[in-house]
């Protein structure tokens, strides 16, 4: 009950923070954008889809509709990840430090509460917090196709549960990182550099790093490293493949959701040990 | 009467890091008990082990080695802070906050039924003189004003025991007055107070015993009046001015006496020596018109504790 207070208090204060509003607002404008710009024109041949009132396709009947439809959802995935990648480390990343800052620590931790539930409470917070703008964009884009092209593809449904667990598997980097720095600045920047560098390194570690010492320890290093931090991309891979119909690929989530909550659990074993 | 506080041979040492080549000894085999319904001061200069021992108590600090009990619950007990209240030295709340929805939020986390916080908020908020502010954030509140704040936090789940930590850091007097007397309506309730202050006139006026804390270890503890009433100093009150000869004939007796407005002082380690003094005065017909003990304050018994722990 008191994690799920937690929970409801750092909804609120992400919701006062301009930041994830800013990301809603781009949700938004692009939405309406979308619904303004996309037309049908039906023909004996199937549906044509009119680009901004000028590009207009061949006519597609239900099979490529569909199919046409799960690409732009997938797209569409992609970029409320992109932006909650941006907007929601930036937003998020303080929850933590913010709350085991000196003066903050004496309130909450000398309150009835293990520190773990402060963590868990905080952590789901800001993953709800998160998960309403997915839901929120991703929903529109469904609202959207749905009644302007006809294709009510339910699968898609899932798909802002799968975006917030690529973000919370990503985030429980940028948690750790808060429960060991105390700073929310810290946090920032190594939640940034994980998913702006490390991620797509050690995804794409045979091209780019292998090539750089032809030592089998070293590759192994590499591998062993790619299975330590969440599989961020992979996961998007997982997911994009999901929504697009395509094989989805379980063992990356459960390897990345067991990386993820190895994070957790370590950020958890920093709250428990430290004096403050 | 139950105890409220018990620690035994409690030593904090904090570890050694990067900057910190040595680790720190906080405490070191600190042992006190504080009975329910009393309000405890415990005093010590900067870097004494207060804060930490405070911290160990509520858990935010672990101990490196001894025992606590708070409300004959052995630490560490998350359950037991249900019943204490906290104010900490710098606390920070979330700034978004009004000073009611801190009491509300920080009260629900303490485990207050809805029914009592209600009623308890508006009642808090009044006692702290806060309730004109109610509504403001509390990133626009003064020092003052988020030490009142932080105070009613600290009550609002109705505790049996309350820690208090520099209660009146940038309080105004008559704020300082205020929460004086709050705590002494605390004690009328039965409430146990562990006050922390470097303001040692307030401790004084307020503390039913004392604990005088110095590198981690207890110097002295007890009530006011074993702090305070040490003194071998008279101040005896005379009518007129002192003769010279009288003088003269103390020094060569070796009663250590001296002028004081309106009398004279005696320093009588031993109460003969207040006699020998008194029987001079009259021997020169010096009136008497008074003799009180030149009672010692608490900052002036603390001061020479912590003196003579530094002389060698």
Not at chain 1, 138 to 162: C, E, N, Q, S, T
Request: net charge positive; hydrophobic share 45%; with cysteine.
């Amino acid at each position: 009950m008191k994690t799920l207070l937690l929970a409801l208090q750092t909804i609120r204060e992400l919701v006062l923070k301009a930041t994830l509003l800013v990301l809603a607002g781009i949700s938004t404008i692009i939405l309406l954008l979308i619904f303004a710009g996309v037309q049908t024109e039906k023909t004996a041949d199937g549906v044509s889809l009119v680009l901004s009132g000028q590009q207009k396709s061949p006519p597609m009947n239900g099979e490529n509709l569909q199919a046409f439809v799960r690409v732009f959802e997938a797209g569409s995935a992609g970029g409320i990840f992109a932006g909650i990648a941006i907007f929601g480390i930036f937003a998020t990343a303080s929850v933590i430090p913010d709350t085991i800052e000196k003066g903050a620590a004496d309130i909450y931790f000398s309150k009835p509460l293990r520190r773990g539930e402060i963590l868990l409470g905080r952590t789901l917070g800001a993953g709800v917090a998160i998960f309403l703008n997915i839901l929120y964009f991703l929903v529109g884009i469904w609202v959207i196709l749905g009644v302007k092209i006809g294709v009510w593809d339910v699968r898609f449904l899932m798909a802002p549960v799968g975006v917030t667990l690529i973000f919370l598997s990503m985030y429980a980097i940028v948690v750790f990182l808060g429960a060991l720095s105390h700073n929310s600045a810290i946090a920032i920047i190594g939640g940034f550099l994980f998913q702006f560098v490390i991620v797509p390194l050690l995804q794409h570690r045979e091209m780019v790093l292998y090539p750089l010492l032809n030592n089998g320890g070293y590759h192994t290093f590499l591998d062993t490293l790619y299975y330590i931090f969440p599989q961020v991309s992979a996961l998007q891979d997982s997911v994009t493949n999901y929504i697009t119909g395509q094989a989805t690929e379980w063992g990356s989530l459960a390897s990345t959701l067991l990386s993820a909550g190895g994070w957790y659990a370590a950020a958890w074993w920093i709250l428990d040990r430290a004096d403050f | 009467m139950s105890t409220a506080i018990a620690v035994s041979h409690l030593t904090k040492v904090y570890r050694k890091s990067l900057f910190r080549k040595n680790g720190v000894a906080a405490l070191q085999g600190l042992s006190l008990s504080v009975d329910r319904g009393q309000i405890y001061g415990f005093l010590g200069p900067n870097g004494a082990g207060k804060t930490t021992l405070i911290k160990i108590l509520l858990s935010l600090v672990h101990p490196t080695s001894g025992d606590a009990a708070l409300l004959g619950q052995e630490l560490p007990d998350t359950a037991v802070r249900e019943k204490i209240g906290y104010l900490p030295e710098n606390q920070r709340f979330p700034g978004y906050l009004t000073g009611e929805q801190v009491l509300k939020f920080f009260g629900r986390l303490s485990g207050t039924p809805p029914d009592l916080l209600r009623r308890r908020t508006s009642e808090l908020l009044t006692l702290v003189g806060m309730d004109q502010w109610r509504k403001m954030k509390v990133k626009r509140y003064s020092k003052g004003m988020l030490q009142r704040i932080g105070l009613a936090q600290a009550l609002v789940n109705d505790p049996e025991l309350i820690f208090l930590d520099e209660p009146t850091d940038g309080v105004d007097p008559i704020g300082r007055k205020e929460i004086r007397d709050i705590l002494h309506a605390l004690k009328v309730q039965g409430k146990t107070i562990f006050l922390n202050s470097h303001l040692l006139s307030e401790v004084e006026l307020v503390c039913d015993r004392v604990a005088i804390v110095n590198k981690g270890s207890l110097l002295k503890e007890g009530t006011i009046a074993d702090f305070t009433s040490g003194s071998t100093t008279y101040i005896v009150g005379v009518e007129g001015t002192l003769p010279q000869p009288l003088m003269d004939e103390a020094r060569a007796l070796v009663i250590s006496l001296s002028p004081h407005p309106g009398g004279v002082t005696i320093n009588a380690p031993k109460t003969a020596d207040l006699n020998r003094g008194i029987d001079l005065l009259r021997r020169h017909n010096v009136t008497i018109t008074s003799i009180q003990r030149d009672k010692a304050t608490l900052e002036e018994s603390f001061l020479d504790l912590l003196k003579r722990e530094v002389a060698p």
